[in-house]
């Protein structure tokens, strides 16, 4: 399957630095991976006119579980597609640890994200203390099974698997940690799974991309830090 490289700007960058970053990732030639770009709320409209014409999509970080309503500053799935989102990041472990979500939220705003035809990318992954105590893909395991709504897969769902510690750390896990949790992702989403990506992420540069991205199992990139600069951002996507 094709991979998705896909970068996750989270809290950071001004409008400017917004669309020059959006028009530099736009520029690139062709790669061999689907390009994504998932913005702050405020910069998805500049940063989707800065895309307009590219082939690279459009993701939003986070999506609420209702349709509308009396939900002070929060954001609906429908208004992230009205916007020209295709792509929403849910799940991610900041959200599960600064907001309190839990499996069910993540479900329930997966399902949102698949009735208003956006693509869920949900993230799962174990902390420092699960991965030492041997609990690892026990975790993830029941992350998935909590967090992915009935036709998660047939729609084009995609899994980020991000261990917790490796994220922003500058640390990453073994390969053969990284491919055996691959497996495992895949073994628990079953047959319907078969062709779902399964994104690595947690300190993926440049230095290392190569090597994580030639991992069974491994469909391509959830990048946070590089993927600030559209060179790194841009030479990940290149490693493939």
């Given at each position: 399957?094709r991979?998705?490289?896909a970068?996750?700007w989270?809290?950071?960058?001004?409008?400017?630095?917004?669309?020059?970053?959006?028009?530099?990732?736009?520029a690139?030639?062709?790669?061999?991976?689907?390009?994504?770009?998932?913005?702050?709320?405020p910069?998805?409209?500049?940063?989707?006119?800065?895309?307009?014409?590219?082939?690279?999509?459009?993701?939003?970080?986070?999506?609420?579980?209702?349709?509308?309503g009396?939900?002070?500053?929060?954001?609906?799935?429908?208004?992230?597609?009205?916007?020209?989102?295709?792509?929403?990041?849910?799940?991610?472990?900041?959200?599960?640890?600064d907001?309190?979500?839990?499996?069910a939220?993540?479900?329930?705003k997966?399902?949102?994200?698949?009735?208003?035809?956006?693509?869920p990318?949900?993230?799962?992954?174990?902390?420092?203390?699960?991965?030492?105590?041997?609990?690892?893909?026990?975790?993830?395991?029941?992350?998935?099974?909590?967090?992915?709504?009935?036709?998660?897969?047939?729609?084009?769902?995609?899994?980020?698997?991000?261990?917790?510690w490796a994220?922003?750390?500058?640390?990453?896990?073994?390969?053969?940690?990284?491919?055996?949790?691959?497996?495992?992702?895949?073994?628990?989403?079953?047959a319907?799974?078969?062709?779902?990506?399964?994104?690595?992420?947690?300190?993926?540069?440049?230095?290392?991309?190569?090597?994580?991205?030639?991992?069974?199992?491994?469909?391509?990139?959830?990048?946070?830090?590089?993927s600030?600069?559209a060179?790194?951002?841009?030479?990940?996507?290149?490693?493939?």
């Amino acid at each position: 399957m094709r991979p998705l490289i896909a970068g996750n700007w989270k809290m950071n960058g001004t409008l400017a630095e917004a669309i020059d970053l959006a028009r530099s990732v736009a520029a690139a030639p062709p790669q061999k991976a689907d390009l994504l770009v998932c913005p702050p709320f405020p910069h998805l409209v500049p940063v989707a006119g800065a895309l307009l014409k590219s082939e690279v999509a459009l993701g939003a970080q986070d999506c609420h579980a209702a349709a509308k309503g009396a939900h002070t500053g929060d954001v609906s799935a429908a208004m992230l597609a009205d916007l020209g989102a295709g792509y929403v990041i849910l799940g991610h472990s900041e959200r599960r640890a600064d907001h309190g979500e839990t499996d069910a939220t993540v479900r329930a705003k997966a399902e949102a994200a698949l009735a208003a035809k956006l693509v869920p990318v949900v993230c799962v992954g174990e902390s420092e203390a699960e991965r030492l105590s041997g609990q690892a893909e026990a975790v993830v395991a029941t992350q998935l099974a909590g967090s992915l709504p009935e036709g998660f897969a047939a729609a084009g769902g995609v899994v980020a698997y991000e261990p917790v510690w490796a994220i922003g750390t500058g640390r990453t896990p073994t390969e053969d940690d990284i491919a055996a949790m691959h497996a495992r992702i895949r073994a628990e989403l079953g047959a319907t799974g078969a062709k779902l990506r399964i994104l690595y992420g947690g300190s993926m540069k440049p230095s290392n991309a190569a090597a994580i991205l030639a991992l069974p199992n491994v469909d391509g990139g959830l990048i946070g830090g590089a993927s600030l600069k559209a060179e790194d951002f841009l030479a990940i996507a290149g490693a493939l």
